[in-house]
């Protein structure tokens, strides 16, 4: 059937569109009603509306019906034993890595009384220079002896000390390989490069397990200035 003219089919459109956006149409219920049982046009615009409003109204859902699921169970079941792997591995490593450092303080300390006991043998008087050099080698591996214990009692100080053992390790064994050139290299020569190479491994692994695989790189940035 075709549309009553009575109300404009426009008129009756903007009041269509007004109530479903819950505004005064201007227009009475029954007109419209009447109008909408006549004209298929405008019924026809009205149920289109109808859809897209309830589109858009689901966008803006009550908060309720758009909560999502719990995860955290699920979450935390999937990520827990892996968390729970690397922070055993992470223990293991802290307790090796400081009966690793104990040992080789030891084997320092061990060293450097050793040496003492040698020095008394040396005459001060006859032998100055020796016995000054013996003392001062003493002095050092004893040095070297409570620096590794310290650091196994407190870790967060091997990032300084790694640089002092690496230091040492590599001119010590540039100066070997001078030695070693002109014949005159000895047993104890390799044995105090082959500590410090070990003490400075240790000392990194150590580092490592403590901040992390980044620390070095981020160690090496800070030195050379370069952003993290």
């Known amino acids: 059937m075709g549309c009553s003219r009575v ?3 426009s008129a009756i459109q903007a009041a269509l569109s007004a109530k479903l956006d819950g505004e005064p149409t201007g227009l009475d219920d029954a007109v419209i009603e009447a109008h909408l049982a006549n004209c298929e046009e405008c019924r026809n615009y009205y149920n289109r509306a109808a859809e897209l409003n309830r589109m858009l109204n689901f966008c803006a859902a009550e908060p309720r019906t758009l909560t999502p699921p719990d995860l955290s169970e699920i979450i935390l ?24 450092l104990v040992i080789l ?6 060293w450097g009384i050793t040496m003492l006991g040698d020095s008394a043998s040396i005459s001060v008087q006859e032998d100055p220079l020796t016995s000054r050099l013996l003392a001062e080698a003493v002095a050092y591996r004893i040095a070297l002896s409570v620096g590794l214990l310290f650091a196994a009692w407190k870790p967060r100080i091997i990032a300084g000390m790694l640089p002092i053992f690496g230091t040492l390790w590599t001119f010590s064994a ?22 410090l190479l070990i003490s400075t491994i240790v000392l990194s692994f150590a580092l490592v397990n403590s901040s992390g695989p980044g620390i070095l790189r981020r160690t090496w940035n800070s030195l050379n200035a370069a952003p993290g």
């Open 77 to 100: 079941a999937e990520v827990e034993p892996e968390w729970r792997r690397h922070a055993n591995a992470k223990v293991v490593g802290s307790l090796l890595s400081r009966v690793l």
């Open 174 to 195: 540039g100066f070997a390989a001078r030695d070693l050139v002109f014949g005159v290299a000895d047993s104890q020569t390799g044995l105090s490069i082959g500590l």
């Open 7 to 9: 109300v404009d089919c």
């Open 105 to 110: 303080g030891v084997v320092y300390l061990a």
